[in-house]
């Protein structure tokens, strides 16, 4: 029994002593290897260095030879390299010169004619794409009555309703000139359009009377209003814009009641829309900006005989109260040069405006020194104290003049008439006769309960 003990005592023994000689054996194995490879690599990293020191050996031997080779160019021509470069250059441009300004000349020419050409193209296809008639307005407006009894009427009894009707709407009635109808004449759009309302109130209600015609007029009148509005939408509509203020397209609305050298302002603000935009199209410009510039170019038209200042400046200030985008306001502005060209939109609006304008029989030069002599006329007679109407007549002939009654007595009503034919004979020159026609009258009413 001991003597197995021992025997699987020294058999476990020698075990052991095996598996450590083992383990130690290894170990030494792994250092030999981690040796050799540190070995290997401090060698591989030696080359390395010595590579790199051959390279700039060479590197710096090359630096010296092309110096070297620098210098000697340099003392053979007798000038730096600086200089040899500058001197190359010159001569390149110098032999190119002739050849250059040969092939400036030509691109200049043929780029000229080239751009002139498209140009034309464009304006052209503009034009023929709106194809609008021009439509000049006039002085006198026809209306079609049922009867002689009708017109009978109108004229009343000694003529007092149609005396009635033209002091209270500021025109004049021609009755006798063609059967079956009668002429409104004014200078004035606009009243020529309230007294046409008015008399086809009149006909259609048939009692035509001073009190009447007074209730027909003050109606006209507050339609007038409605008109404007709507010819303001029916502007903005028809060129394609939107987000306008309410009071901006009232004011555009006013426009249609405007004329310029004969020319219908509105229309004419419509149609510089569409040349303008389509302009806009074609060179890349902004379409949105071009044409709200040209709609709004004349704005200031609206209001330019209730505020000084050119329609251009009155324009701006309206433009920049209600808000409108800058770009829209610079586009606008410079349509008469007044202003510099800020931007590309601003010259298509002022090439619309030369284009729209110089349509053929689009404006008539006469009509408007006519239109702006009775509009002189009636100014003059406003500026006295005391006025409270002015109706210029017969072709500019008669300034019929309505005061206050209790501001005008009656002998200040006849300085009132000398001062202002002695205004007009200083301020005005007119062919003919002007008469100064000056009406106080007073008007009391009473109601019985």
């Known amino acids: 029994m001991n003597i197995a003990v021992l025997i ?3 058999l476990a023994t020698g075990a052991a002593i095996g598996f450590g000689a083992k383990i130690v054996l290894n170990k030494i194995r792994k250092n030999s ?21 051959v390279l700039k050996n060479v590197e710096d031997r090359v630096r010296i030879a092309t110096q070297d080779v620098e210098k000697m160019y340099e003392n053979a021509a007798h000038i730096t390299e600086a200089e040899a470069r500058v001197y190359i250059i010159t001569r390149a441009e110098k032999n190119a010169e ?59 009894k000694e003529g007092r309703n149609i005396r009635v009707f033209e002091r209270m709407a500021g025109v004049e009635l021609l009755i006798d000139e063609s059967p079956n109808t009668i002429v ?11 007294a046409k309302t008015a008399l086809e109130y009149l006909i259609a209600d048939g009692r035509i009377q001073p009190a009447k015609i007074e209730e027909c007029i003050l109606k006209a009148q507050k339609d007038i209003e409605e008109i404007i509005r709507k010819k303001g939408e029916q502007a903005v509509t028809d060129v394609g814009l939107s987000s306008f203020d309410t009071r901006l397209i009232v004011l555009l609305g006013r426009l249609h009641f405007r004329t310029s050298y004969g020319q219908n302002v509105l229309q004419h603000s419509v149609e510089m829309a569409h040349i303008a935009g389509m302009l806009a199209a074609e060179l890349g410009c902004d379409v949105e900006v071009t044409k709200a510039g ?30 409108v985008d ?9 349509h008469h040069e007044e202003y510099p060209y800020e931007t590309l939109e601003s010259v298509l609006v002022q090439v619309a405006d030369a284009i729209s304008g110089g349509r053929p029989g689009a ?12 509009t002189q006329l009636e100014a003059i007679a406003n500026s006295f104290a005391g006025i409270e109407k002015t109706f210029a007549l017969q072709a500019g002939r008669e300034l019929r003049i309505f005061v206050t009654p209790e501001a005008v007595s009656e002998l200040m009503a006849r300085t009132i008439a000398r001062d202002i034919a002695l205004r007009i004979e200083q301020e005005l020159r007119f062919p003919g006769e002007i008469k100064v026609h000056v009406i106080r009258e007073t008007s009391v009413i009473e109601v019985a309960r």
Do not use: C, W
């Open 363 to 374: 404006r008539r030069d006469t009509i408007d020194q006519y239109l702006k002599r009775l």
């Open 33 to 53: 290897l981690d040796f050799n490879l540190e070995r290997a690599q401090f060698e591989i990293e030696k080359k390395q260095l010595e590579a790199l020191r």
């Open 8 to 10: 699987l005592g020294a």
């Open 294 to 323: 040209a709609l709004l170019h004349d704005i200031g038209k609206a209001v330019d005989h209730e505020i000084d200042g050119t329609h251009v400046d009155i324009g701006r200030r309206i433009l920049t109260k209600f808000g």
């Open 326 to 334: 800058v770009r829209v306001v610079q586009a606008m502005q410079a």
């Open 184 to 194: 409104i004449s004014s200078f004035d759009p606009l009243r020529r359009h309230i």
């Open 98 to 156: 002739i050849d250059l300004i040969s092939r400036l000349n030509k691109f200049a020419r043929d780029g000229a004619h080239a751009l002139e050409q498209k140009a034309r193209d464009i304006l052209v296809t503009s034009i023929h794409r709106l194809a609008n008639m021009p439509q000049n307005d006039v002085v006198t407006t026809t209306i079609e009555i049922p009867s002689d009894d009708t017109k009978a009427k109108i004229i009343g």
